[in-house]
C-alpha cells in the first residue's frame, strides 16, 4: 500500500533562509510524488511532481525536490523563503494504480519569520 | 475558467440536520474528488467520480454520508443525520481523467460546523 509520511508538522525558518520540508514515501511500486500548498482559507494547489522522468524536479515559485529511491524521500525545498511561502505544505502519492486518488501526507505548516 | 466552484463557503447547522454540500467542476473535467480535511485525520478522500460514475466510495465513513453527480457539471455530497464530529472543511476538486499523474484541482472549500 502506498504511503507518505511528513517529517514535522511546523517548521519556522527567517526571511531568505534555506526551506526544507521532509517527506518519506512508501510504495511497492514506482511512485508517483506530489507536493500540493495550501494558502489560508484556499483549497490545495499543485506545487510539482514526480513521475520518473527526472529526479531532480522543478516547480512553481522557485520550489523544488529530489526523489530519492534509496532513502524514499521526496523532500521539498526552496534556497530562500520568502514571507509569502508562508502556508501549509501537503506531500502526497498516488494510491495503488488510482487516477488522481492522492493519498497525502499531515502537511507542514511552513511559517516565515522576518 | 473560474475554478472549482463549491458553495456554501460556510455552514453551520444542527446536530440532526441535513446538510448539502456542492461542487462544479472545471469544464471539461471528466474526475471529480470530494476530500474532507480535519486536524486529526489530515486530507481524506471520500469519494471520486470518473464521467460521473462513483468508482471509489470507500472514504465514505458512514451511510449517512452520500454523494451523486447527475451530470458532468455539478455533484452534491449529502449528510443526513449530521453531528458534530462532521465537522470539518469539505474540499472538491476535479481533473481530465486523462493520466494518473495529472494535477487535481481544487475548490475554496465548504467550512461546516455542526452544534
Known amino acids: 500500500a502506498q504511503s507518505v509520511t511528513q517529517l514535522g508538522s511546523h517548521v519556522s525558518v527567517s526571511e531568505g533562509a534555506l526551506v526544507l520540508l521532509r517527506c518519506n514515501y512508501s510504495?511497492?511500486?514506482?511512485?508517483?510524488l506530489f507536493w500540493y500548498v495550501q494558502y489560508p482559507n484556499q483549497g490545495l494547489q499543485l506545487l510539482l511532481k514526480?513521475?520518473?522522468?527526472?529526479?531532480l524536479v522543478k516547480g512553481i515559485n522557485g520550489f523544488e525536490a529530489e526523489f530519492k529511491k534509496s532513502e524514499t524521500s521526496f523532500h521539498l525545498t526552496k534556497p530562500s523563503a520568502h514571507m509569502s511561502d508562508a502556508a501549509e505544505y501537503f506531500c502526497?502519492?498516488?494510491?495503488?494504480?488510482?487516477?488522481?486518488?492522492?493519498?497525502f501526507g499531515k502537511g507542514t505548516k511552513l511559517s516565515v519569520k522576518p | 475558467d473560474a475554478g472549482v466552484i463549491q458553495s456554501p463557503r460556510h455552514e453551520v447547522t444542527e446536530m440532526g440536520q441535513e446538510v448539502t454540500l456542492r461542487c462544479k467542476p472545471i469544464?471539461?473535467?471528466?474526475?471529480l474528488f470530494w476530500y474532507r480535511q480535519t486536524m486529526m485525520r489530515g486530507l481524506e478522500l471520500l469519494i471520486y467520480?470518473?464521467?460521473?460514475?462513483?468508482?471509489?466510495d470507500s472514504g465514505m465513513p458512514e451511510d449517512r454520508f452520500s454523494a451523486k453527480m447527475p451530470n458532468a457539471s455539478f455533484s452534491t455530497l449529502k449528510i443526513q443525520p449530521s453531528e458534530p464530529r462532521d465537522s470539518a472543511v469539505y474540499f472538491c476538486?476535479?481533473?481530465?481523467?486523462?493520466?494518473?499523474?495529472?494535477?487535481?484541482?481544487f475548490g475554496s472549500g465548504t467550512q461546516l460546523s455542526v452544534l
Open positions: 476538486a476535479s481533473s481530465t481523467g486523462q493520466l494518473r499523474s495529472e494535477k487535481l484541482f
Open positions: 510504495s511497492s511500486v514506482p511512485p508517483y
Open positions: 514526480y513521475t520518473s522522468a527526472a529526479t
Open positions: 502526497a502519492v498516488i494510491k495503488g494504480g488510482s487516477q488522481g486518488n492522492l493519498i
Open positions: 469544464s471539461g473535467h471528466n474526475s
Open positions: 467520480f470518473n464521467n460521473n460514475v462513483p468508482i471509489d
